[in-house]
């Protein structure tokens, strides 16, 4: 299976898989999502590590149960060869009604195909109050 763009990136295709990634994200659907990274990508998410799909998903599934009214925003920061940099941010609220807005710098590497192969999360959550939200 491919997942254009490939690389090695430009600037142009390298904010084309930034904003696909933004999109599947934001479908909130683990499936989907899971499909972009290769079978055995490994992720650091904030003091989690996770490897294969299988463990992918079912964080994801995880996270939108807790996480509720998840948006995401993504903003490349630089790219080279099969790497790519992004910043962003999201809000979300928890069960008791509390708004968050996470914030976070990710670095990908991909395989020949544009998959996945390894991506590095550090995140920051924010409480903030439902009229400050800037994603709606």
Do not use: C
Not at 4 to 32: C, G, H, M, Y
Not at 39 to 62: C, P, Q
Not at 125 to 131: E, F, N, Q, R
Request: aromatic share 12%.
């Amino acid at each position: 299976m491919t997942r254009p763009p490939l690389p090695p990136f430009t600037e142009e295709s390298a904010r084309a898989k930034v904003q696909a990634a933004e999109d599947a994200w934001n479908s909130r659907d683990p499936e989907r999502v899971a499909l972009a990274y290769t079978e055995d990508s490994v992720w650091r998410n904030r003091d989690r590590f996770l490897t294969g799909r299988t463990e992918i998903r079912a964080f994801l599934a995880g996270k939108w149960e807790r996480e509720l009214d998840y948006r995401l925003r993504k903003e490349l920061w630089a790219f080279t060869g099969n790497r790519i940099s992004v910043r962003f941010e999201y809000e979300w609220h928890d069960a008791a009604g509390q708004w968050f807005r996470s914030h976070g710098n990710e670095q990908w590497e991909f395989d020949d195909d544009g998959l996945m192969r390894r991506r590095e999360a550090s995140i920051n959550d924010v409480p903030i109050a439902a009229g400050d939200r800037r994603i709606v």
